[in-house]
């Protein structure tokens, strides 16, 4: 089982106010799931991802591998590219944090992945500027109906916890939709509805977050992954959303 190549090492910006760092934070679908067709490396010096507490230049999977599991294309480089297309200055900095398969409640302030989250976001702060959060999770959530009904209210109280930990009360969060694609198994997601409508609704109810649509996307064959073309319009649908916030 040949590795890939190391990625590059890479130098961030000595202006840290033109370093702009995004954290990627979720479960499967953040991380990227469909590995047939990885891209080959960027080597584009505008986009870097934090890896092990170094900045490399970016590539897929941009998320490392878990165990037993397979670890493809997801929506965080597709996004930087495109945030780059609207002012191509800057450089783009991801800080994947996503992980498959977990329930918001390991997600929310105290819980281990909110910890290593923000301790990751430190590490980056000091070589730029944090200017936003992608957020895509919520298919673990949806099979019980306690934890869909309380779905919106504990990820409104999460972002709050983050903007503070972050000391940015303004700091610009962006939502992800679930597949449509988890319609077609209700007996292993039967609270899909709810926790798609909660997910839709929180730009109404916390201020600065902004929404990315996942209407007519497919997914890998799975009915659960969205396939990386899926992602490439995803990352784009994210950074057009953030794009609004930021203005």
Same mark, same amino acid.
């Given at each position: 089982?040949?590795?890939?190549?190391?990625?590059?090492?890479?130098?961030?910006?000595?202006?840290? #106010?033109?370093?702009?760092?995004?954290?990627?934070?979720?479960?499967?679908?953040?991380?990227?799931?469909?590995?047939?067709?990885?891209?080959?490396?960027?080597?584009? +010096?505008?986009?870097?991802?934090?890896?092990?507490?170094?900045?490399?230049?970016?590539?897929?999977?941009?998320?490392?591998?878990?165990?037993?599991?397979?670890?493809?294309?997801?929506?965080?480089?597709?996004?930087?590219?495109?945030?780059?297309?609207?002012?191509?200055?800057? #450089?783009?900095?991801?800080?994947?944090?996503?992980?498959?398969?977990? +329930?918001?409640?390991?997600?929310?302030?105290?819980?281990?992945?909110?910890?290593?989250?923000?301790?990751?976001?430190?590490?980056?702060?000091?070589?730029?500027?944090?200017?936003?959060?992608?957020?895509?999770?919520?298919?673990?959530? #949806?099979?019980?109906?306690?934890?869909?009904? #309380?779905?919106?209210?504990?990820?409104?109280?999460?972002?709050?916890?983050?903007?503070?930990?972050?000391?940015?009360?303004?700091?610009?969060? *962006?939502?992800?939709?679930?597949?449509?694609?988890?319609?077609?198994? +209700?007996?292993?997601?039967?609270?899909?509805?709810?926790?798609?409508?909660?997910?839709?609704?929180?730009?109404?109810? *916390?201020?600065?977050? !902004?929404?990315?649509?996942?209407? !007519?996307?497919?997914?890998?064959?799975?009915?659960?992954?969205?396939?990386?073309?899926?992602?490439?319009?995803?990352?784009?649908?994210?950074?057009?959303?953030?794009?609004?916030?930021?203005?």
């Amino acid at each position: 089982d040949a590795s890939p190549a190391a990625p590059a090492s890479a130098t961030f910006p000595a202006d840290k #106010t033109t370093f702009h760092i995004y954290l990627l934070m979720g479960q499967s679908n953040m991380a990227g799931r469909d590995n047939r067709n990885l891209p080959p490396p960027l080597h584009n +010096p505008h986009v870097l991802a934090l890896s092990q507490g170094e900045w490399i230049m970016a590539q897929e999977p941009l998320h490392p591998v878990e165990k037993n599991k397979v670890a493809g294309v997801g929506p965080g480089i597709p996004f930087a590219l495109e945030m780059l297309k609207a002012d191509p200055k800057v #450089t783009i900095g991801l800080v994947p944090c996503a992980v498959g398969g977990t +329930p918001l409640k390991r997600w929310v302030k105290g819980a281990d992945l909110y910890e290593k989250a923000l301790s990751r976001a430190k590490i980056a702060a000091q070589a730029g500027v944090i200017k936003g959060v992608l957020w895509h999770q919520g298919e673990s959530d #949806t099979s019980a109906q306690q934890d869909a009904e #309380t779905y919106e209210a504990r990820l409104a109280k999460m972002f709050k916890d983050l903007r503070a930990d972050l000391g940015q009360p303004d700091l610009p969060i *962006v939502v992800g939709q679930l597949g449509d694609f988890l319609n077609e198994s +209700p007996e292993k997601y039967p609270y899909f509805e709810t926790v798609r409508a909660a997910i839709k609704h929180i730009p109404e109810v *916390v201020p600065h977050t !902004g929404y990315a649509d996942s209407a !007519g996307l497919g997914h890998k064959g799975d009915k659960l992954h969205f396939s990386a073309e899926a992602q490439k319009e995803m990352g784009k649908r994210f950074a057009k959303a953030m794009q609004e916030l930021e203005k």
